[in-house]
């Protein structure tokens, strides 16, 4: 007999792979959003060679399966491996540790931010900032008080579904990070586990509970953008 669904998302160690998820997916999407705009930022406002290469390559984690992904990150990080090796001197661990699993999620979901923040860049032009510092305004102060303004919605849309994306995270988080209990278990993996001992309505359970979060931000989104969707497309 499967256990109440209040039980099943209550449990313990349901609870640990809650807060894992939540953590690894904040500390992505906050990554995302600080390098996503940098990158962003690199491809509309400077041009050299090979640009069109790297602006593709921010589409490569769409393209690329999450499980590949997974296997040459654990590569990558591995104690053994070209970062791994690096990170190993600072006595710094990411396979098998909460941090992999955000390396993980900040992979797969970097696209977000970066084709969420580019057109808006691409559309606002350097014209604006050039502006205030022909009027005395160093380039910094430029870019936060003309520039971060309207570009404020459409980075907190970017890092707002790369967090829903990587809340749901599976294929890559599973090879970097393994499924140690009480310590790298996300919610996707809880609910793998529940489909194989054919208890369907506890993985039910635990996805609504993701469900539910997903749907409460991609509401906050869409508010988001329609409060400040003609500020942004007017210019």
């Known amino acids: 007999v499967s256990e109440t669904a209040w039980a099943v998302v ?13 953590l690894a997916a904040f500390v992505a999407s906050i990554f995302n959003g600080v390098f996503g705009l940098l990158m962003a930022w690199i491809l509309t406002r400077y041009r050299f060679p090979g640009r069109t290469l790297l602006d593709a390559l921010m589409d490569l984690p769409f393209a690329l399966p999450t499980a590949v992904a997974g296997l040459t990150l654990a590569s990558l990080f591995s104690v053994n491996g070209f970062y791994g090796q690096f990170l190993a001197q600072f006595d710094i661990k990411v396979t098998y540790t909460w941090l992999g699993i955000a390396v993980a999620m900040a992979f797969t979901s970097i ?42 919605p459409a980075l907190i849309a970017g890092v707002a579904l ?22 790298t278990e996300v919610t996707s993996l809880m609910i793998f586990v529940r489909l194989q001992e054919f208890d ?19 509401f906050s989104i869409n508010t988001l953008q329609s409060r400040f969707g003609r500020r942004v497309v007017g210019h």
Do not use: C, D, H, M
């Open 10 to 22: 209550t449990n313990p160690q349901v609870v640990a792979a809650y807060k894992v998820t939540l």
């Open 111 to 152: 696209p977000f931010v970066v084709r969420t923040v580019q057109p808006v860049l691409e559309e606002l032009g350097p014209e604006y900032e050039e502006a205030a510092q022909t009027l005395g305004a160093t380039r910094l102060q430029s870019f936060r008080k003309v520039v971060l303004p309207e570009l404020s």
């Open 162 to 183: 790369s967090f829903t994306r990587s809340l749901g995270e599976f294929g890559a988080v599973i090879f970097i990070a393994g499924n140690i209990a009480w310590k």
């Open 200 to 218: 369907y309505p506890a993985a039910s359970a635990i996805a609504s509970v993701i469900l539910a979060a997903s749907l409460l931000l991609l």
